[in-house]
Each structure stands twice: as structure tokens, then as C-alpha cells.
């Protein structure tokens, strides 16, 4: 399979554990976003990456959160502290930007509830 | 005001049934506009990129307007596997991707 993988496909954790979730793009793929879903909701953005360099972050992402993207390959996201409200699901997204085309495919997410 | 606003519904249609979804946005520096479809419990899946010239893709229309600052998508002869989530999703300035909150489709027997 060569899509967008994530891992793990469902995490369970207590309320401030600290949780890192990964995911894989599309190889050669030079760009990787990481949003957030909740139910009845559009996926809102947490942060990309074009290669390793982390060009943008929402205000969503409080000071819990940290991305990686070491080498421009796979990244991290990890969450420090959670709380309740951070039970969503993150998706991960990859694209390759071309001539100012880009088309972005999604991992099929990581489903975390904090308990 | 939102990004990107759309019409949540639920639309529930008839089976053969063409319906139509909008879209606005707004940010007029936007530069590249898509269609994503979601499943209940699915990850977004690409349906169409939407050109200025607008596009069709088999059973389905995009259109934009870059004036009224809207996107449309159009689906003839509706299907049962029709039935999902269309998500709008608009390329900004800040090029990253901003998503609306979808319109949910019910496709009826």
C-alpha cells in the first residue's frame, strides 16, 4: 500500500498521559499537514510541513503539541498533558506541490479519546 | 466569519435526483479549490480539483466563481454510494488547506 499511512488507527488514553502518533506519506511527497476532526465537523489544521522545515501552526495548537517531520520523511505528533477535549480524530494529509498544483491525499487517521 | 462556509444540510434526495452544493470563501487571494467526499468515520477522500474554466468528471460539475467568491459541485443521476459528506476545501495565501464543514448527502431508494 502505497497511501498515507497512520499509526496507531485508535488510542485510548487517560487524561495527562502524553500521546505520539505518526504517520507516513506518499513517498516523494514533499509536503505533510496534520488536522483535527470532530464529529459534525470539517477537518480544522494543526500545522504543515514542507519537507522538514514546519512552515505554519494554528493557534489551535496550544503548547501541549509538537510536530516533527525529521529528514522531510514521516512525522509526529505528539500531545502533552491531554485533556478531554483533545478526544478527536487527527488526520494526517500528504501532497507533492508542483508548478502551483498540489493535491493532497489523507491517512485514514488516528482515532484518540481521553478518558 | 468562517473561511469557508457551506451548507451543512442534510440534503436527502431521491435516486436519480441531481443536486447541487455551494460553497463561499472568504479569502479572494484563495488560489486552488477542491472537492473532498467523506464517509462516516472515514478519512476525506479527493473527488475533483475545481478549475476557473470549471470541470466535469463523469456524473459530477465543479464551478467556480472567482467574482461571487463561491464553488459549486454538481452530481447528475444520483446514487446510493452517493450518500456521504462533501467537504469544500479552499487553498489560501497561507497555503495551507482550509475545509468547511461539509454538507452531508442521503441518497434515498
Known amino acids: 500500500d502505497t497511501g498515507v499511512s497512520q499509526d496507531p488507527r485508535h488510542k485510548i488514553t487517560k487524561r495527562g498521559q502524553n500521546v505520539t502518533f505518526r504517520c507516513d506519506p506518499i513517498?516523494?511527497?514533499?509536503?505533510l499537514y496534520w488536522y483535527r476532526q470532530t464529529l459534525g465537523q470539517g477537518p480544522e489544521f494543526l500545522t504543515y510541513f514542507q519537507n522538514e522545515a514546519q512552515l505554519e501552526k494554528s493557534r489551535l495548537l496550544s503548547d501541549r503539541f509538537s510536530a516533527e517531520r525529521p529528514k522531510g520523511s514521516f512525522s509526529t505528533l505528539e500531545i502533552q498533558r491531554t485533556e478531554q477535549g483533545d478526544s478527536a480524530m487527527y488526520l494526517c494529509?500528504?501532497?507533492?506541490?508542483?508548478?502551483?498544483?498540489?493535491?493532497?491525499?489523507f491517512g485514514q487517521g488516528t482515532r484518540l479519546t481521553v478518558v | 466569519r468562517k473561511e469557508v462556509e457551506q451548507d451543512p444540510g442534510p440534503f436527502n434526495v431521491p435516486e436519480g435526483a441531481t443536486v447541487a452544493f455551494n460553497c463561499t470563501y472568504s479569502n479572494s487571494a484563495s488560489q486552488s479549490f477542491f472537492w473532498y467526499r467523506q464517509d462516516c468515520r472515514k478519512e476525506p477522500k479527493l473527488l475533483m480539483s475545481?478549475?476557473?474554466s470549471g470541470n466535469e468528471d463523469g456524473r459530477f460539475t465543479a464551478q467556480l466563481n472567482r467574482a461571487s467568491q463561491y464553488i459549486s459541485l454538481l452530481i447528475r443521476d444520483s446514487k446510493l454510494s452517493d450518500s456521504a459528506t462533501y467537504l469544500c476545501v479552499v487553498i489560501g495565501s497561507a497555503r495551507q488547506l482550509t475545509f468547511g464543514s461539509g454538507t452531508q448527502l442521503t441518497v434515498l431508494p
Open positions: 494529509a500528504s501532497s507533492l506541490v508542483l508548478a502551483d498544483r498540489e493535491r493532497a491525499f
Open positions: 475545481v478549475y476557473s
Open positions: 513517498s516523494e511527497h514533499n509536503r
